[in-house]
Antibody, heavy 116, light 112 residues
Framework: EVQLVESGGGLVQPGGSLRLSCAAS????????MSWVRQAPGKGLEWVAN????????YYVDSVKGRFSISRDSAKNSLYLQMNSLRAEDTAVYYC?????????WGQGTLVIVSS | QSALTQPPSASGSPGQSVTISCTGT?????????VSWYQQHPGKAPKLMIY???KRPSGVPDRFSGSKSGNTASLTVSGLQAEDEADYYC????????????FGTGTKVTVL
């Protein structure tokens, strides 16, 4: 069964950092682009970052450029999102997803709350 | 990159059809055949329903269909069922400038 499981969310103060992880199983992780998508409470979906199979290409939405960093470890079948200088507006459920133009499947999400 | 425009809500009775539009520009929806649609039930992760404008992943009922004309893509749900009540989001590839993907604003489908 293809599965993605996120972890690492939690409550953090403004200006703080968090590292999200996404454990992949049931497919050849190194064959796929991977993505992070977030959803603020009561709001719509927003692409956050994507990374190519070998990590050679990475894309970030403007609002997180310079603060967030996406990475992957094929030996561990894992995707990561390092989030620094967190702001209140980064509060959201963060999902990892396999692929980009046809993102499937998605993990269950991990909640990040940025608040003092 | 601006979000694609979707109507906030749509509704239909069981058995009827509902169509949701997703309007972008020639730089995204109109420029590429990489439009996808996602279904999201409350508190759940999104699920891919349509990709590359009109293709259905394995396991998605054929009641769900997609199309595109110019800068507007559409998702049609035929034979509405209670379990189709959910939020629906479109997404499109937008080229390699800046960030290459964009979501729609989302549509709440209600089964009356």
């Amino acid at each position: 069964e293809v599965q993605l499981v996120e972890s690492g969310g939690g409550l953090v103060q403004p200006g703080g950092s968090l590292r999200l992880s996404c454990a992949a199983s049931g497919f050849t992780f190194s064959n796929y682009w991977m993505s992070w998508v977030r959803q603020a409470p009561g709001k719509g979906l927003e692409w956050v970052a994507n990374i190519k199979q070998d990590g050679s290409e990475k894309y970030y939405v403007d609002s997180v450029k310079g603060r967030f960093s996406i990475s992957r470890d094929s030996a561990k079948n894992s995707l990561y999102l390092q989030m620094n200088s967190l702001r209140a507006e980064d509060t959201a459920v963060y999902y990892c997803a396999r692929g980009t133009t046809a993102a499937d499947p998605w993990g269950q999400g991990t909640l990040v709350i940025v608040s003092s | 990159q601006s979000a694609l425009t979707q109507p906030p809500s749509a509704s239909g009775s069981p058995g009827q059809s509902v169509t949701i539009s997703c309007t972008g520009t020639s730089s995204d929806v109109g420029g590429y055949n990489y439009v996808s649609w996602y279904q999201q039930h409350p508190g759940k992760a999104p699920k891919l329903m349509i990709y590359e404008v009109s293709k259905r992943p394995s396991g998605v009922p054929d009641r769900f269909s997609g199309s595109k004309s110019g800068n507007t893509a559409s998702l049609t749900v035929s034979g509405l069922q209670a379990e189709d009540e959910a939020d629906y989001y479109c997404s499109s590839y937008a080229g390699s400038n800046n960030f290459p993907y964009v979501f729609g604003t989302g549509t709440k489908v209600t089964v009356l």
